[in-house]
């Protein structure tokens, strides 16, 4: 008797099916109420008492046995009915994909970048953490001098030779240290300043600075540069120049583009006037080169400016700055179709 109970289990243990009506019809034969099990389990009252253990034990093997066969046939087959159903219903809806959107600080970046790079600028990126030399002094800024205090500096810890940068002038610096002319490069980061944060500012934020240095380099050409680019970045070809002062060029200069006075937005946009202050510019400062280790006399360049986030806010009509670094996903899917 023990015998034939685990020739069944080994058939049990054998079995297999193709659909699951085989596997109910398997079942039914080994757990139905009058299956294979059941009978067994009937023989029990006539097994000698000394088998009694034996014979119970063997009887309730084949019953788990089958059970567990029953289980995994059918989820096996189950799973490959759906995957089949699935895959052979042309007329289901399609599995959305959510896509991300990129930040507008990015887009505005890579639009500049794109529009310098169709003129022959590479892109170069430095540390956001810098010394005193790349910040300041090698931009023509020694130590005392007054135009330090117009950028509020972070200094870390107590050492004040190790800052944030407060402009990406420091790549520049970097670059001209460590390539020679001609030099044609943009340096776009992330910048900090020690600032009251607003809706107007933030105590970091992004620029894009440019550089071009090489022989007989003239402010025309730097006119020139900069027309072309609020041309292909905004559509607006007029523009002008206001005589400024940065330690770091001379002469220097405040860009203002014409956005005209058009809709009732221009006139909010310009206060009135038409014009947007953009960025600021001029001629590298002789002394600035030669702290970079070029030859003044034989080289001469011009640099520029921009704030990449006040761009962006006037670009997609944001009202206050810090919603770009709150990262509330309700303005940032605002940008899924942009660049
Ligand atoms: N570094 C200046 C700033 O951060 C911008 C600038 C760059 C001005 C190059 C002139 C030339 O304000």
Redesign the pocket.
């Known amino acids: 008797m023990l015998d034939k109970i685990k020739e069944h289990i080994a058939k049990v243990e054998a079995f297999s099916a193709s659909t699951l009506e085989d596997v109910e019809a398997f079942r039914i034969k080994y757990s139905g109420r009058n299956g294979v099990v059941n009978d067994f389990m009937a023989e029990f009252r006539n097994v000698p008492n000394e088998l009694k253990k034996d014979y119970g034990q063997v009887v309730n093997k084949l019953k788990t046995v089958a059970l567990e066969k029953v289980n995994t046939l059918k989820e096996a087959l189950e799973d490959t009915n759906d995957t089949a159903s699935t895959i052979n219903d042309l007329s289901r809806p399609g599995e959305p994909i959510s896509i991300g959107a990129r930040h507008p600080i990015s887009i505005v970046k890579n639009q500049i970048i794109d529009i310098f790079s169709r003129i022959g600028f590479n892109v170069s990126e430095g540390p956001e953490i810098e010394d005193d030399w790349h910040n300041f002094t090698a ?1 023509n800024l020694p130590e005392y001098h007054p135009a330090r205090d ?2 509020d500096t972070f200094f870390i810890q107590t050492n004040p030779d190790v800052l944030l940068r ?4 420091s790549v ?1 610096v970097r670059y001209m240290e460590n390539n020679k002319p001609p030099i044609r490069t943009i340096s776009p980061g992330r ?1 900090y300043r020690n600032e009251a944060i607003s809706g107007r500012s933030h105590c970091f934020f992004h ?1 894009v ?3 071009y240095i090489d022989k007989d380099v003239s402010f025309a050409d730097l006119k020139q540069t900069l027309q072309y680019f609020t041309t292909e970045m905004f559509g607006k070809s007029k523009i002008r120049l206001r005589p400024s002062y ?1 330690p ?2 001379e002469p ?1 200069a405040e860009v203002d583009v014409y956005w005209g006075l058009e809709t009732e937005t221009d006139y909010k946009m310009t206060k009135g006037t038409g014009w947007l202050e953009i ?4 001629m590298v400062d002789p002394n600035v080169l030669e702290n970079c280790g070029i030859d003044s006399k034989e080289y001469s360049g011009f ?4 704030g990449i986030d006040r761009i962006a806010l006037l670009l997609h009509q944001i009202s206050d700055i810090r919603m770009l670094s709150e990262n509330d996903i309700r303005f940032l899917e605002q940008f899924k179709s942009a660049l």
């Open positions: 931009l117009m950028q407060t402009h990406t002038s520049q910048v620029q600075e440019g550089l940065f770091f060029t220097s960025m600021g510019c001029g640099a520029f400016g921009m």
